[in-house]
Structure formats: structure tokens, C-alpha cells
């Protein structure tokens, strides 16, 4: 069952207001209104911003701002709870992934079929995809994001439907021309290497300290251990010393894209 009540408070809002249209609610926002679809079709949760300027346009307090974060709080299974706090606050965020696109880089559609494959029910895998997107604009729509390192086997930009795929590279590509993000791509020449046991993410905060994230095949785990997150950047400077620099790896991902 559904967590988000974002999109029946939505249309219940509308509706008091003299029935006002997605179309003009997106109009107010300065958003498109294919967003507000989303919103009301639990495919995107409100961002705070967004949030706090919707209660402003129906005066309804902090209706939709206390919703919104009441969603993004219930969508995650409970393991992944604590991560996306450390995610959001980070000043550096550096991200390992043998199997798939990271998570903060994937395309809806990309996102949404890795989701599916993971059998969950369909209401369930639409929460996961609007708290997925959420979490990508809560890293990247900052006023000054983190730094974000990502690094990503080959093979794992080489499994999935050509259409899919070749939007997903090529959002790569995109994403990679930004400022603060840096994307390495590990060849498949480079042989066996130290990043293939399973997947990783290190999040370092404004403190200073360090904390983890690691993914199984039944549920994740967030570390702060200084010992294990000794030994998960010690993992990090080995598999980046296979990992082609910035520039080869866009030019590897733009090839694979005009491939396809």
C-alpha cells in the first residue's frame, strides 16, 4: 500500500481552488506539467522547495511540505533508511557500481526497469522510482552540489534494451560535462580487479568523517566504522587505478552510445 499521500492532498487542493488545472498549477510553479502529473501519479515526490511553494499557492500551512517528507521517509525498506540523510548532507559523495547505472545517475526509464526486475509489487516499485528521482534532484538541484565520483564497470553499460540503453549513455555523457561530477569508467580489458565482490558508496560530510553504503542481494548496510571505511577507500584508490580517466571514459560511453 501507498505511503504518498502527496497526490490525493494534490487534487483534493485543486479541487478547493475552484478546480484549478495541472496545467495552471504548473504555471504558478514555473514547472512543466508533465511534473505535477508526476506528483500526482506518485511517479516524483515534491523537492522541499517545491513543497513549500505549493502550500504558499493554496495556503495550506505545511500540508504538502510535512506530506511530501512523510513520503520520502516511508518509501525506503527500513535498512536504507539512514542513507539518504547522509546522501543529501554530503560535501563529496563517491560512488562504485559493477552491475548497473549508480542510482543518481539513471534515466526514469532505466530506472524503472531495474526496478522491475527486482520483482517488487508494481505500487511498491513506483514508490522506489519517485523516491529514486528525488533523491537525484535533492544531490544534484542544490545551490552548490557535492562533488560526486562515480566509477562504473563497462559490462554494466552494456546490459540492457539498445533503446533504453542508448537514452541512458547518452545521459551519461551529459552528466558528465557537468561541474563537480567525475565519471570513470572501468574497461573490460582491464581483467580481474579489486571492485567485483559487490557495489559501494562513501559519503564524506561536512565534519569531515566518512560514512558507507554497501548493497546484497537481500538488503544494504550503512557503515561508520573508521575500520571498514579504511578498507572500503583503500578498495576505492585500487579500483580507480584500473578505472580509464574522465575524458576516455566519456569518449568510451559517447561510442557505445552512437553504437546502439
Not at 479541487?15 to 495541472?22: A, P, V
Not at 502529473?37 to 504558499?56: C, H, M, N, V, Y
Not at 540523510?85 to 559493477?98: F, G, K, N
Request: no cysteine; hydrophobic share 40%; charged share 25%.
Amino acid at each position: 500500500m501507498s505511503n504518498n499521500g502527496v497526490p490525493r492532498i494534490l487534487k483534493f487542493l485543486r479541487t478547493l481552488n475552484d478546480g484549478m488545472t495541472q496545467e495552471q498549477l504548473a504555471q504558478q510553479l514555473s514547472v512543466s506539467t508533465s511534473l505535477i502529473a508526476k506528483f500526482e501519479t506518485a511517479r516524483q515526490i515534491p523537492l522541499p522547495d517545491t513543497a513549500e511553494q505549493i502550500d504558499g499557492i493554496f495556503g495550506s500551512g505545511s500540508l504538502v511540505q510535512e506530506t511530501a517528507d512523510d513520503a520520502r521517509k516511508a518509501v525506503p525498506p527500513d535498512w536504507f533508511q539512514p542513507w539518504p540523510e547522509y546522501e543529501a548532507e554530503a560535501d563529496m559523495l563517491r560512488w562504485y557500481e559493477p552491475n548497473y547505472v549508480p542510482g543518481l545517475l539513471q534515466t526514469e526509464a532505466y530506472a524503472r526497469a531495474v526496478l522491475a526486475v527486482g520483482m517488487l509489487p508494481p505500487d511498491v516499485a513506483e514508490q522506489r522510482l519517485a523516491h529514486r528521482l528525488a533523491r537525484q534532484a535533492t544531490v544534484f538541484d542544490r545551490k552548490t552540489p557535492p562533488i560526486t565520483s562515480f566509477i562504473v564497470d563497462e559490462a554494466a553499460l552494456r546490459r540492457g534494451d539498445r533503446v533504453m540503453m542508448k537514452e541512458q549513455l547518452l545521459h551519461l555523457v551529459e552528466m558528465s560535462q557537468r561541474d563537480r561530477v567525475l565519471l570513470h569508467v572501468v574497461p573490460l580489458d582491464a581483467g580481474l580487479y579489486a571492485g567485483q565482490p559487490g557495489n559501494f558508496i562513501l559519503a564524506t560530510l561536512p565534519t569531515g568523517a566518512t560514512v558507507a553504503y554497501t548493497e546484497g542481494q537481500l538488503d544494504g548496510r550503512t557503515y561508520q566504522e573508521p575500520t571498514k571505511i579504511a578498507a572500503l577507500v583503500n578498495a576505492w584508490e585500487a579500483i580507480r587505478s584500473v578505472a580509464l580517466p574522465q575524458d576516455q571514459s566519456r569518449d568510451l560511453i559517447a561510442r557505445m552510445a552512437e553504437e546502439l
